[in-house]
């Protein structure tokens, strides 16, 4: 997700139901208190905060709109360690490290997880072998013990390997038990079929992803699950390429709708609010659909996803309004 507001190639690993330290371990001066998460929704909305300043309103975690049930932190840091990440608050947002942790306790202890997004427009973060999966799953474990992050939010838009990935991630999830959480946001270009590497890490790891929340826009026009072409910014875009994904492998539950929270937010591809709502409604139910109509109907479908939050309270919070009470009231 770049930092003036264009792609986002997210993956989101959220530990919702994980404590912040490893059982039985016990909390040091510095660490964020052990809060336990619980399990992201069924119908959910997430959203990326950003610690930094690009014009868009600045917020604290504590001002992250009341409809997120997720919410990533953009981003991560790297190191001179290869895969290895770090995380610094932006001394521009003046924002304390300890109501930092603060902030994100009581997000949890209202049902909200907060992850840490690594990689974005300009990350450089790369895994490319056994060696360099250990480390970013031990330094992105290091890093959820110290803040209490439910999990990482992979956000590498210039590729990843998908054996190491899927290394990095198993090796995540082993430091943080069964409960930790995992969401991906690739580009489009990413998820035109299974051979592609986002896919295939998305399928490597099925049995522990939580969702996929593809990025609708920065896009141009795309194959649908059909064989035909459609161009970004209309509901059958968003319903056709997710059809990709519903038919080649995930699960309903695993597929989310990522799209900019206005049209600041990114350079192109921007929609109402009700257009998102009206894909969601044609993919669950069969109801306002386009042209493009799916064979079938994923009632279980997870939700949505936008860049960012603080684009989301510049444009008057109309997206998490609209489309954060629609995700949460489907059946």
């Known amino acids: 997700m770049p930092r003036l507001g264009g792609a986002l190639a997210a993956l989101t690993l959220a530990a919702g139901g994980l404590t912040a330290l490893a059982p039985g371990a016990s909390a040091t001066a510095g660490d964020a208190p052990a809060v336990s998460a619980p399990a992201v929704p069924g119908h959910a909305v997430t959203g990326y905060w950003q610690n930094f300043d690009n014009g868009a309103t600045v917020q604290k975690i504590s001002d992250v709109q ?30 304390d490290e300890g109501q930092f942790k603060a902030d994100i306790a009581a997000k949890q202890a209202a049902g909200k997880s907060v992850v840490l997004s690594v990689g974005g427009e300009r990350g450089t973060i790369s895994v490319r072998d056994s060696s360099s999966a250990e480390n970013f799953a031990s330094s992105a474990w290091s890093l959820m013990q110290k803040y209490g992050f439910n999990g990482v939010d992979i956000d590498l838009e210039n590729g ?32 035109q079929s299974p051979s592609g590497s986002y896919f295939q890490t998305a399928l490597n790891i099925k049995d522990i992803l939580t969702v996929v929340n593809m990025q609708y826009y920065n896009s141009g026009s795309m194959n649908g699950c059909d064989g035909n072409v459609y161009a970004q910014g209309t509901v059958d875009f968003l319903t056709a390429l997710a059809c990709i994904q519903l038919e080649g492998g995930l699960a309903p539950s695993q597929v989310g709708l990522g799209l900019p929270a206005s049209p600041r937010g990114a350079g192109s591809g921007y ?61």
């Not at 049930?69 to 790297?78: E, H, L, S, T």
């Not at 190491?164 to 430091?175: V, W």
């Not at 069969?286 to 939050?309: D, E, L």
């Open 66 to 95: 009341s409809q997120y049930d997720i919410i990533a932190v953009a981003f991560a840091d790297a190191t001179t360690t290869p895969g290895a990440i770090d995380f610094h608050l932006d001394p521009a947002l003046h924002y």
């Open 160 to 191: 990843l390997d998908p054996t190491y990935m899927t290394q990095a991630l198993r090796s995540l999830s082993a430091k943080a038990g069964s409960s930790l959480v995992i969401t991906m946001a690739p580009q489009t270009v990413d998820m």
């Open 271 to 331: 929609v109402a609010p009700s257009v998102v709502n009206n894909a969601l409604d044609c993919l669950a139910s069969g109801a306002n659909c386009g042209t493009f109509k799916p064979a079938r109907t994923y009632p279980g479908i997870r939700g949505a996803m936008t860049w960012s939050t603080n684009w989301d309270a510049a444009n008057g919070n109309e997206w998490s309004n609209s489309v954060g009470a629609h995700v949460h009231a489907m059946p």
